[in-house]
């Protein structure tokens, strides 16, 4: 099993030095990756742990690319409703390349209706716009060469699209029926919501149907936050999620009031938890 660690890039601990501190001892702590979440508009009644106050994360990973060497850069997830598809496109490919290839692409639908709505986006759309978005990336990613593209709801001519890096790894976020259809068209990895007991079956039947399609057996990524004041519990709750399929934990530490926190609580997890 591979660990990645959440950093919040979002509330009184997103300030420029606590970011920089909390990547470089995750790193150094050996994490696979760090994971970061997307808002855009956070409406004033909901901003409890927040304050409303949210990094981007495109800009905020392009940034850790300049401030970290080995370890990877993901975003749990981008919601890709709310971003043209071809700009999205190019921000990936701009910091796949100058991170040196370690993006990987979390992507989810959206669920907050406020953050569409301020957005001028019909959530009711919301799956449909993410997989043209997907099948957009897929498309600029895997032709070598400038080709147009005719979508269901986009269309643009042949154009050069570099830099033109290897297409990061694609982790599909949802747990209904569409995102896993999402994940045996596009996915690298599975990125669900539900619970250890309630994941077995489902972890299951989309290998099954992935071997089906003829795609390779995905990565199965779960976030989850554990007490590690009680390491016990913890190293069993971390053996549930294995048993059940996980080959992926993100670490979510919460609320963390900064870095000192952050590096007792994850050294905590590498030294008394993880294998």
């Not at 409890?48 to 300049?66: K, M």
């Not at 570099?162 to 209904?176: D, K, L, Q, T």
């Not at 149907?209 to 003829?214: F, N, S, Y």
């Amino acid at each position: 099993m591979k660990y990645g660690v959440a950093v919040r890039n979002m509330g009184p601990q997103s300030s420029r030095a606590t970011i920089r501190a909390c990547a470089t001892i995750a790193e150094g702590a050996g994490f696979d990756a760090i994971f970061v979440s997307d808002h855009l508009c956070i409406p004033p009644d909901d901003t409890e742990g927040s304050g409303g106050r949210y990094l981007d994360v495109l800009t905020t990973l392009a940034w850790l690319a300049g401030i970290t060497e080995r370890i990877r850069l993901g975003i749990s997830v981008l919601v890709l409703p709310y971003r043209p598809a071809v700009l999205t496109a190019k921000q990936i490919a701009t910091i796949q390349e100058l991170s040196g290839g370690r993006m990987i692409l979390g992507v989810g639908v959206g669920w907050m209706k406020p953050e569409f709505e301020a957005l001028g986006v019909d959530i009711r759309k919301r799956g449909a716009i993410a997989s043209e978005t997907l099948r957009v990336i897929r498309h600029l990613f895997d032709h070598a060469e400038p080709e147009a593209y005719a979508g269901a709801s986009l269309e643009f001519p042949a154009f050069v699209f570099e830099p033109h890096p290897a297409r990061p790894p694609i982790w599909i976020g949802g747990s209904g029926v569409h995102a896993m259809r999402r994940v045996v068209e596009f996915g690298d990895g599975w990125h669900p919501m539900q619970r250890a007991a309630e994941l077995k079956p489902l972890v299951e039947e989309l290998r099954t149907r992935m071997r089906a399609a003829g795609r390779p057996e995905p990565e199965i990524v779960v976030r989850r936050g554990l007490k590690l004041d009680d390491i016990a519990a913890a190293r069993a709750k971390l053996d549930a999620e294995r048993e059940a399929g996980a080959t992926y934990f993100i670490l979510d530490l919460g609320r963390y009031s900064g870095e000192l926190e952050f590096s007792r609580a994850i050294n905590s997890f590498i030294d008394k938890v993880a294998d």
